[in-house]
């Protein structure tokens, strides 16, 4: 396919820039413990100095990877697939969830919000960042929020983001791994004073699993 064609087929989320794709067990939130399928869509200008992947950020080294083949593989290994990134929100994800749903599977997000909502989703995960908030609309449509942890102020802002979700939406708070020993006892502290928020833990990362 020519250059021109692939960037058509991109902008339309015909085709997105594929990092990785994996087999594992859901480590966060609600759905943590669960096996799933990830797909993680590279491209994300958020910029957290604590991100966890930055090898995603840059677009442009991940190659352009047409829809039916991400599905096809995906739909071999689980019935729920996550589709995380990078900002998966930063394509069209219509196409996409379209062919996820077409093979009745499950469909989750991770997602900062930062971009507008688009695709199907069984599941939304929003992870609100302070230096680029989510767009209005997604807020109420949230299954669970989950505000990372790596200072005190986090739990303000975690307050502030809360007030904006529905009211069936779980709150989470996750420690920012590298200072994990420095807030899990503010954490602990926060939710038996705050009983609204549960704690999430990166636990793919204790048991040594993608
Ligand atoms: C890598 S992000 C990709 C999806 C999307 N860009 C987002 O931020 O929600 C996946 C999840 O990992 C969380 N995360 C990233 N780096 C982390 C870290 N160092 N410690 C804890 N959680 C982290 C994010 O907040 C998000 O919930
Ligand atoms: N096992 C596992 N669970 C996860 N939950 C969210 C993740 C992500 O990077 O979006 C993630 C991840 O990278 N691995
Ligand atoms: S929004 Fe997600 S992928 Fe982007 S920098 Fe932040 S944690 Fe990393
Ligand atoms: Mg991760």
């Known amino acids: ?22 087999y594992t067990i859901q480590g966060e939130g609600f759905h943590k413990g669960t096996a799933a399928y990830f797909i ?20 442009e080294t991940h190659p352009p990877t047409e829809i039916v083949q991400i599905v096809e593989n995906a739909s071999k290994y689980s019935n729920t697939i ?17 062919a996820l749903k077409a093979k009745q599977l499950h469909t989750h997000i991770e997602t900062s919000g930062a971009y507008p909502l688009t ?16 767009k209005t609309e997604i807020y109420k449509k949230a299954h669970e929020l989950k505000i990372i942890v790596y200072n005190r102020h986090d739990l303000i802002f975690a307050e502030e983001e809360a007030a904006k979700v529905g009211e069936d939406c779980i709150l989470y708070l996750q420690p920012e791994w590298s200072m994990r020993e420095k807030v ?10 705050n009983p609204k928020w549960k704690v999430s833990l990166q636990t793919h990362k204790y048991l040594n699993i993608p």
């Open 1 to 22: 396919m020519v250059k021109d064609e692939v960037l058509i087929l991109v902008d339309k989320g015909e085709m997105l820039p594929l990092m990785e794709e994996f």
């Open 40 to 59: 993680r869509v590279g491209g994300c200008d958020v910029g957290c100095h604590w991100c966890d992947v930055k090898e995603s950020w840059n677009a």
């Open 82 to 98: 996550v589709v995380t990134g990078g900002e998966p929100l930063m394509w069209n994800m219509d196409p996409l969830t379209d």
């Open 119 to 134: 695709g199907k989703w069984d599941w939304i995960c929003l992870s609100p960042k302070k230096n680029k908030l989510p």
């Open 184 to 193: 899990i006892p503010l954490i602990v502290d926060y939710v038996m004073q």
